[in-house]
């Protein structure tokens, strides 16, 4: 993470959260995925299971993961409700500093005060 002058609040790598939007990097063969706040709909802690073997792409046709090789390792999950069937899936190395930052935008893009942070939903 950088300074407070930085505007890239979040980077891992893989993950980064900046003053627009979530950038995911190695979403596709080709390169990133950028989602601005405004068209997150809902953010929900997923357990990894079966799914830590999941490296890239889909298996059940509703997440679409990110190239994660590190993934193995891990045990959260962050599920993007982003209003589409298919939902970005990340495993970002903090998911509570990924979720707390998309929430905390997605609260001031939709005026969400006083609601429920693990799941974020505009009015």
């Known amino acids: 993470m950088g300074d407070m002058n930085d505007p890239t609040r979040y ?6 959260c900046d003053e627009s939007g979530l950038i995911i990097r190695r979403y596709y063969p080709w390169g990133s995925k950028r989602i601005p706040y405004s068209a997150i709909r809902s953010v929900k802690r997923l357990p990894i299971r079966i799914r830590r073997w999941r490296l890239f792409g889909s298996g059940d046709f509703m997440h679409w ?3 994660d090789l590190t993934r193995p390792k891990k045990s959260v999950a962050l599920d993007i409700d982003i209003g589409r069937f298919v939902h970005p899936t990340i495993t970002p190395n903090d998911p509570d500093a ?8 997605a609260t001031r893009t939709h005026g969400m005060a006083g609601r429920d942070p693990g799941t974020v939903r505009p009015n």
């Open 11 to 16: 980077d891992d790598g893989g993950i980064v």
């Open 65 to 67: 993961w990110n190239l």
């Open 98 to 105: 990924v979720e707390r930052l998309i929430t905390e935008h």
